[in-house]
């Protein structure tokens, strides 16, 4: 009879729930201390030590969860369009009607860049000193122009040229 492992007689079992939580709070403290320094001190202070040192992490912590500093950025902008509603724009594709499409889409995106102005302005200045972050909104910037092409592909297919 095959032997099977079990954590009821462990004196440490292993729970994933409570380890998954802990990290998701680590995360959000770090994502945090990413978006206070930005605001506050700007592109050149924004470093994976200064957010672990904000966070009260190490700097293994950040790097094992983001990786990069870039990748720490995509983290949060993602985390900036979620909280903007961005995920309204699946449902502006999922119209039948190219008109509501383009309806739907502009009131997502006013919603967005109305959601976090101060943080958007912060950002996209900032762009325009650093290479990396330029790189990463010039990337989030081409994901949106092919969104408004394909409506206006739908447009010129459902209502002429």
């Given at each position: 009879m095959p032997h099977s492992r079990s954590t009821e007689n462990c004196v440490r079992p292993y729970t994933l729930g409570v380890r998954a939580e802990t990290?998701?709070?680590a995360r959000a403290r770090m994502l945090q201390a990413a978006r206070i320094l930005?605001?506050?001190?700007?592109?050149?202070?924004?470093?994976?030590?200064?957010?672990?040192?904000?966070a009260k992490v190490t700097r293994q912590t950040v790097h094992n969860q983001f990786g990069t500093r870039s990748a720490l950025l995509e983290a949060l902008f993602d985390q900036m369009a979620q909280q903007g509603g961005m995920e309204g724009i699946a449902?502006?594709?999922?119209?039948?009607?190219p008109a509501?499409?383009?309806?739907?889409?502009?009131?997502?995106?006013?919603?967005?860049?109305?959601?976090?102005?101060?943080?958007?302005r912060r950002i996209h200045g900032l762009a325009a000193v650093d290479a990396d972050l330029g790189k990463t909104l010039a990337a989030r910037q081409e994901r949106r122009m092919v969104g408004s092409r394909n409506i206006m592909t739908m447009l010129s297919r459902r209502y002429g040229h």
């Open positions: 990290m998701n709070l930005l605001l506050k001190r700007g592109i050149a202070e924004f470093s994976i030590d200064a957010v672990a040192r904000r449902a502006a594709f999922r119209q039948t009607d509501a499409t383009l309806s739907e889409y502009i009131k997502v995106f006013a919603r967005f860049w109305g959601s976090d102005r101060e943080m958007t």
